[in-house]
């Protein structure tokens, strides 16, 4: 069976959340993702011509200031994950916003490595994850807003592309993984509603609505929702 969404009050309790600090500016969402002891974010920059790339860390206590990532620019919101002692990174192109971009981080040098183009397209930067020694490939293709899986293996080999089944959205996807099983949460095109599918490395489950919506109503967006695993939930 499916595991919990964490739709209950107990488990959303808004008294959890701590107040509002100013990290950076950025034009769009930045990205995040933990590594060793750290939490890391990568974001574009702020200005009609400023898409490049910049990441910061937080240590617990403080963030560190912007750090341009070198030649590397984006028309959309990047995607980041741990994987193989590395933080890893797709962004879409910036003049070809359908292109798929990767690069690494080296945490051992706080430097990235020069990215390169996958045989790829995408609406928005695909979703990214670490599930089953590989890391996730979750792209929404811009013909016809189908999802499909690739993976990449700690050689940086590309799989072939794999069309997921009944997964259709017009956004990024979002990835978290929770109890052996990767999940998707997007928008189901082509309504606005919000999905969340599983799954275990081999099968795909059914997408199911989260529920939980302002007085009841199901949740919909039109903007990439955000995922993650903490404490047993969703």
């Known amino acids: 069976s499916d595991d919990p969404l964490g739709d209950t009050a107990e488990a959303l309790s808004p008294t959890d ?8 500016n950025g034009d769009y969402a930045p990205a995040l993702a933990s590594m060793g002891s750290y ?53 879409s192109g910036n003049a070809s916003p359908n292109q798929v971009w990767i690069s690494r981080f080296d945490p051992s040098t706080s430097t990235w490595s020069t990215n390169y183009q996958l045989p790829l397209s995408s609406i928005g930067s695909p979703a990214i994850a670490s599930f089953g020694g ?3 490939i979750i792209r929404v293709n811009p013909s016809d807003h189908r999802m499909s899986l690739s993976t990449m293996n700690t050689s940086e080999v590309l799989s072939s592309d794999v069309a997921i089944p009944m997964a259709y959205s017009t956004t990024t996807p979002s990835l978290a993984v929770l109890n052996g099983r990767l999940f998707v949460a997007h928008n189901d095109w082509p309504s606005d509603e919000i999905v969340v599918g599983s799954y275990d490395g081999s099968s795909w489950g059914a997408n ?27």
């Open 17 to 24: 959340w701590s107040s509002l600090s100013f990290v950076t």
């Open 39 to 91: 939490v890391y974010l990568v974001h574009g920059g702020t200005g009609t011509y400023d898409n490049h790339l910049y990441w910061s860390r937080y240590n617990g206590s403080s963030w560190t200031s912007d750090v341009a990532i070198p030649n590397q620019l984006s028309a959309t919101t990047p995607s980041i994950a741990a994987f193989n002692g590395y933080l890893y990174m797709v962004h």
């Open 134 to 136: 590989k890391l996730q």
């Open 208 to 234: 199911i609505n989260p529920g939980g919506g302002v007085n009841g109503v199901v949740q919909e967006t039109s903007y990439p929702p955000a995922l993650a695993a903490y404490s047993g939930q969703l």
